[in-house]
């Protein structure tokens, strides 16, 4: 999202911690001269580099700082600068952001401790610059980014650890786990109920809990028989990356019997923030669902490491696409929404959760062409899980084409690394999609290979 047009106010003052700004060649440059063994320094990792290189996507309110309980909300800009949601301010770096923020509730304040202070989705940026190092420069000084972290707890009363106790009694590859254990426990889902109408001021990534059909006096206008191939793919789509990913859901709707059957799954093989390239992928999708005669009936997206509950994000999402699909005259036609939490702690062994939804739009919506005061009910969908005969070629296909696509991608998912003390992220994805697995068992030795080629990846 780009700056609005209205005078902003640059601040550039970061105190003692505050980055250099680079520019495009020097980016270049030190992403091109990483690859020869040279080391970055922390203050040559900027947003602009993490943004480039997938690890963080551009959001509004996707940015905050707590700081001795006041809270302060950041918008991240697609050029990697940062504005303040209250006033409109524009921040270079989040040391910047974060000195400024902090001077306000206690002016003796000269330093931000930026990266540690600011957090993404509710993750220290911290840690997204540890994750850039160990993939870009592998032999970094990681005592770099523990001394921003250690500063942080300082300034908040806390006693700081060493690095090397924190790390002593940790098992090798578990670090990215217990950052995820950290976040799960942040996103705690609110009822419906407790909503109220539509307040431009809450989080959109808010996380609501379902209500059921049956809790608001309705019943489910349609039924829904899901193919075990299209959670295959998904659910093997959601687990390679720790970003969100998104594809759509071909099928065909019977009005005679009510009946959405969804037969295909269609990954968009692109980022989320990445525009230019998403209508490019969503006409071939459109191509795809043409040639095999289906229709778009739905789509799916990822919690990587939260609940797949819907956000008030995704129940406003959801409530477009059921419009969308409506089309023009009329007529009823569902569309289906589905969310997959492959990595959330709070699942049950090793299977993603698969969350499929729909949005019960407010009375007002009928009659009003704005968007309604009060947000939809996001219910439940009770679905059929019908077991595929065999794996097809073209959903096999598919997850290769995926593999080649998250390949180089810094946020590719480590499976060589733990999942949980005694199981790799490679026994975590086999168990999941071992869920979905077609009656023929031969499939097993098929996904071998498509394993085989994820780990040559790492």
Not at 12 to 37: A, H, N, V, W
Not at 288 to 315: E, K, T
Not at 351 to 366: G, Q, Y
Not at 417 to 424: A, K, L, V
Request: hydrophobic residues 35%; negative net charge.
């Amino acid at each position: 999202m780009e700056p609005p047009c209205s005078p902003q106010v640059a601040v550039e003052d970061g105190g003692e911690e505050e980055e250099e700004e680079l520019s495009g060649g020097e980016e270049s440059e030190l992403r091109s001269s990483s690859g020869r063994g040279s080391l970055l320094t922390r203050r040559g990792i900027t947003l602009r580099v993490l943004l480039k290189d997938g690890l963080v996507e551009p959001g509004d309110g996707a940015l905050t700082i707590h700081y001795l309980g006041k809270k302060f909300v950041g918008d991240l800009l697609t050029d990697g600068k940062i504005r303040w949601v209250e006033t409109g301010q524009i921040f270079n770096s989040p040391s910047a952001w974060a000195t400024h923020c902090k001077r306000l509730v206690n002016p003796a304040k000269k330093s931000g401790c930026g990266w540690a202070s600011v957090r993404y989705r509710g993750q220290k940026l911290v840690q997204y610059k540890t994750s850039w190092l160990h993939k870009y420069q592998p032999s970094a000084d990681m005592s770099l980014v523990s001394e921003e972290e250690d500063e942080d707890e300082e300034e908040e009363g806390k006693t700081a650890v060493p690095a090397e106790e924190k790390n002593k009694n940790a098992k090798p590859g578990l670090h990215d786990i217990m950052v995820a254990r950290r976040t799960d426990r942040e996103r705690i889902p609110v009822r419906y109920g407790n909503l109220g109408a539509r307040d431009p001021s809450r989080d959109p990534h808010t996380l609501v809990e379902l209500s059921a059909f049956s809790a608001i006096n309705r019943f489910q206008p349609f039924n829904v028989a899901v193919s075990s191939n299209v959670l295959l793919l998904m659910d093997f789509h959601c687990h390679l990356t720790t970003s969100e990913v998104v594809g759509y859901l071909g099928g065909r709707w019977d009005t005679t019997t009510q009946l959405l059957t969804v037969l295909r799954a269609f990954p968009c093989r692109t980022r989320l923030a990445d525009k230019e390239s998403a209508s490019a992928v969503e006409e071939e999708i459109c191509q795809n669902l043409f040639m095999r005669g289906l229709s778009l009936v739905g789509w799916y997206h990822s919690h990587p490491r939260g609940p797949a509950l819907p956000s008030l994000q995704d129940i406003d999402s959801q409530m477009d696409h059921q419009l969308r699909l409506q089309g023009s005259n009329n007529g009823f036609q569902p569309c289906l929404g589905i969310i997959c939490g492959p990595y959330y702690h709070g699942n049950q062994g090793v299977a993603s959760t698969i969350t499929p939804f729909w949005v019960v739009p407010p009375p007002e919506s009928f009659s009003s062409k704005q968007r309604p005061n009060d947000y939809g009910i996001p219910v439940a969908v009770e679905v059929t899980y019908v077991q595929d005969n065999f794996l097809t070629s073209d959903v096999l296909n598919e997850m290769m084409l995926l593999v080649d696509y998250y390949r180089t991608a810094p946020d590719i998912v480590q499976f060589s690394q733990y999942w949980c003390p005694d199981t790799t992220m490679m026994d975590k994805i086999k168990g999941s999609l071992s869920g979905h697995a077609p009656k023929d068992q031969a499939y097993s030795q098929i996904l071998e290979h498509v394993y085989s080629q994820l780990s040559i990846t790492q």
